[in-house]
């Protein structure tokens, strides 16, 4: 059985911490180029900082967080935080190896963007990078459109960063 759930207690914002460093783990070992392009934009020291302030960059009500468990073990996290008073950004969602084709992902990104929808957003910026496929399928297959960059782009992501866009 697969539940999505606000992480509230500190062992649930435990497990969202570990599955952030699982997903800049995974994203470092996809390719030599990808480590450098992930160290470019979240180096260790920086993404410390981010994962340390989890609940309070993504507390309600300009965020969210959520948490993708499997027979009550974590196997995914999703969080979005507020752009502007109109716009959320999705970040950090990321699915286990052993919850890949459960539905799990579906379910953590439909879980954000109804929250994100009943927050009063307007629409959801995100991005995420060229190997990374079948999160680009499931954006697409959501409603996400390909757009152009929302924000400052180092000269190494040029080319390897997507950005989707969804009105809603």
């Known amino acids: 059985m697969l539940d999505i759930i606000e992480p509230n207690t500190p062992d649930q914002l435990d497990a969202v911490r570990r599955l952030c460093w699982e997903y800049h783990a995974y994203l470092r070992a996809l390719s030599p180029f990808d480590a450098e392009l992930v160290d470019a934009f979240y180096p260790r020291e920086k993404y410390q900082k981010i994962v340390d302030n989890l609940e309070h960059e993504h507390a309600s009500p300009g965020g969210a967080m959520r948490l993708a468990l499997k027979e009550g073990e974590p ?3 999703g969080m979005y935080h507020a752009l502007d008073p ?4 999705i970040k950090r969602v990321y699915v286990t190896d052993a919850a890949r084709g459960t539905g799990a992902g579906y379910a953590l990104m439909e879980a954000l963007i109804t929250q994100a929808r009943n927050s009063g957003f307007a629409r959801i910026l995100m991005d995420t990078s ?3 496929k079948s999160a680009q399928k499931l954006y697409l297959s959501m409603g996400f459109t390909p757009r152009g960059p929302y ?3 180092p000269e190494i992501g040029e080319g390897h960063i997507l950005f989707f866009e969804m009105t809603l």
């Open 130 to 132: 060229k190997p990374l």
């Open 75 to 77: 196997v995914g996290c």
């Open 86 to 89: 109109d716009t959320a950004e």
């Open 151 to 153: 924000q400052p782009l």
